[in-house]
């Protein structure tokens, strides 16, 4: 099938021996389809992927063309998610959340490049919004914001006092809110 070291794929995801060569060669053939370069090598780094639907992929490969879109980065989202191949499993309200965000505070307007873009998806999420509650959006300059999501990071809040300061500080991004707490109850 193509794959370079199909023994350690099996090792690190067992599940995959339960697939039919039909179906594997079917996921190759739709992920090339989506506009990955190199579909094979982004299974054998996370064979999870031949089991993630095709809906899933399209549905997350849209989410991050709206960043892409919105700022007019010169990337698509299949090379963003060739380079981070957590974005295949992360959820889709975080997508949607910190869509929202750079949308309403245009944090790192004509800053923006893929490496900036995985590391705000890579954070989490809690420390991203607490960090939003204090940020001065005026400045939009994304380094400094991932700096303060590092140093929120660092603090080590409990989950319960960050949901805290989530919910009495995002007064300007109701929607946001509501859009976290619904997916992260």
């Known amino acids: 099938r193509g794959f370079a070291n199909p023994h350690k794929m099996i090792e690190s995801s067992p599940a995959i021996l339960g697939y039919a060569f039909e179906n594997i060669d079917?996921?190759?053939?739709?992920?090339?389809?989506?506009?990955?370069?190199?579909?094979?090598?982004?299974?054998?780094?996370?064979?999870?992927?031949?089991?993630?639907?095709?809906?899933?992929?399209?549905?997350?490969?849209?989410l991050l063309g709206k960043i892409i879109n919105l700022y007019d980065l010169p990337f698509e989202a299949a090379v963003l998610m060739?380079?981070?191949?957590?974005?295949?499993?992360?959820?889709?309200?975080?997508?949607?959340?910190?869509?929202r965000?750079?949308?309403?505070?245009?944090?790192?307007?004509?800053k923006l490049n893929t490496n900036?873009?995985?590391?705000?998806?890579?954070?989490?999420?809690?420390?991203?919004?607490?960090?939003?509650?204090?940020?001065?959006?005026?400045?939009?300059?994304?380094?400094?914001?991932?700096?303060?999501?590092?140093?929120?990071?660092?603090?080590?809040?409990p989950r319960s006092v960050k949901r805290e300061i989530i919910g009495k500080e995002l007064e300007l991004l109701e929607k946001v809110k509501k859009r976290y707490f619904r997916a992260y109850p």
């Open 26 to 62: 079917a996921k190759v053939a739709g992920l090339k389809e989506r506009g990955f370069a190199n579909p094979h090598k982004m299974i054998e780094s996370s064979p999870a992927i031949l089991g993630l639907a095709f809906e899933n992929i399209d549905r997350r490969i849209k």
């Open 116 to 157: 900036i873009i995985r590391r705000l998806l890579s954070n989490n999420l809690e420390d991203t919004l607490v960090t939003l509650s204090s940020y001065d959006a005026s400045s939009g300059n994304v380094v400094d914001f991932l700096k303060q999501i590092n140093a929120i990071k660092k603090q080590k809040l």
């Open 82 to 99: 060739e380079q981070a191949y957590f974005l295949f499993s992360s959820k889709i309200d975080k997508i949607i959340v910190l869509t």
């Open 101 to 110: 965000i750079l949308r309403e505070f245009k944090v790192g307007t004509g």
